[in-house]
């Protein structure tokens, strides 16, 4: 395989980046191979255009994505995007496509529709949005500052281990699935807390200190 590490002293901007691997260029699932790697680092801020790997690390001051960025198909594999204190954020239609997607950063905006079926991890100083158009697992340890916002257009599953922790003010937090939603983790927040799921029944079997008012709706059987 053949692998892309870029370091930048300041502000770093890539254009459109393709990894390739032995088989040929990384552009179909077909050609796309386990060990692509593509890691761009910047000492200031980051703005990444279309980048395809199977293993994509992205880490600046701030980060901007402004085309696609992940993998193709069964191959999509992860995406960790690091900007400590800084600003994560993306175009319009500058989606993520990753089986599983780490973030840590200050302020995170990701509200387009994306393409992950795994949240692994989220640390952020700010506030949290994020979108995907997939069923979504969040298997780690997710924590915001002030508001958390999760959105799936399918089902929605906080996994046993792990938990969703809202700090500060108003300290809110807000799940929305359009299918079922099962909650087995451990959910913390000092403010509200919403779970909405759209289809099918919401299952709340973790645990859970919610500083304000605890809301769920479904139109299926909701189990606590």
């Given at each position: 395989?053949?692998?892309?590490?870029?370091?930048?002293?300041g502000?770093?901007?890539?254009?459109?980046?393709?990894?390739?691997?032995?088989?040929?260029?990384?552009?179909?699932?077909?050609?796309?191979?386990?060990?692509?790697?593509?890691?761009l680092?910047?000492a200031?801020?980051?703005s990444?255009?279309?980048?395809?790997?199977?293993?994509?690390?992205?880490q600046?001051?701030?980060?901007?994505?402004?085309?696609?960025?992940?993998?193709?198909?069964?191959?999509?594999?992860s995406?960790?995007?690091?900007?400590?204190?800084?600003?994560?954020?993306?175009?319009?239609?500058?989606?993520?496509?990753a089986?599983?997607?780490?973030?840590?950063?200050?302020?995170?905006?990701?509200?387009e529709?994306?393409?992950?079926?795994?949240?692994?991890?989220?640390?952020?100083?700010?506030?949290?949005?994020?979108?995907?158009?997939?069923?979504?697992l969040?298997?780690?340890?997710?924590?915001?500052?002030?508001?958390?916002?999760?959105?799936?257009?399918?089902?929605?599953?906080?996994?046993?281990g792990?938990?969703?922790?809202?700090?500060?003010?108003?300290g809110?937090?807000?799940?929305?699935?359009?299918?079922?939603?099962?909650?087995?983790?451990?959910?913390t927040?000092?403010?509200?807390?919403?779970?909405?799921?759209?289809?099918?029944?919401?299952?709340?079997?973790?645990?859970?200190?919610?500083?304000?008012?605890?809301?769920?709706?479904?139109?299926?059987?909701?189990?606590?």
């Open positions: 395989t053949r692998d892309l590490t870029v370091t930048g002293g502000t770093l901007t890539a254009a459109p980046v393709t990894v390739a691997t032995d088989a040929g260029p990384a552009t179909s699932a077909a050609t796309l191979g386990a060990g692509a790697r593509l890691n680092t910047a200031g801020a980051l990444a255009g279309p980048t395809t790997a199977t293993e994509v690390r992205l600046g001051a701030s980060i901007a994505l402004t085309g696609r960025t992940g993998g193709n198909g069964a191959n999509a594999a995406v960790t995007l690091s900007a400590t204190g800084g600003t994560i954020t993306q175009d319009p239609g500058a989606i993520i496509a089986n599983r997607l780490a973030v840590a950063g200050g302020t995170v905006t990701l509200t529709a994306n393409q992950v079926a795994e949240i692994t991890s989220i640390a952020a100083g700010g506030t949290v949005g994020f979108t995907t158009v997939l069923p979504l969040v298997s780690g340890a997710v924590s915001a500052n002030g508001t958390l916002a999760l959105t799936t257009s399918g089902g929605l599953t906080v996994a046993g792990a938990s969703l922790a809202v700090a500060g003010g108003p809110t937090a807000n799940l929305t699935s359009g299918g079922a939603m099962n909650v087995a983790g451990r959910l927040t000092s403010g509200d807390a919403t779970l909405a799921a759209s289809t099918g029944g919401l299952s709340f079997t973790g645990t859970g200190s919610v500083g304000g008012a605890a809301r769920l709706t479904a139109p299926g059987a909701i189990t606590l």
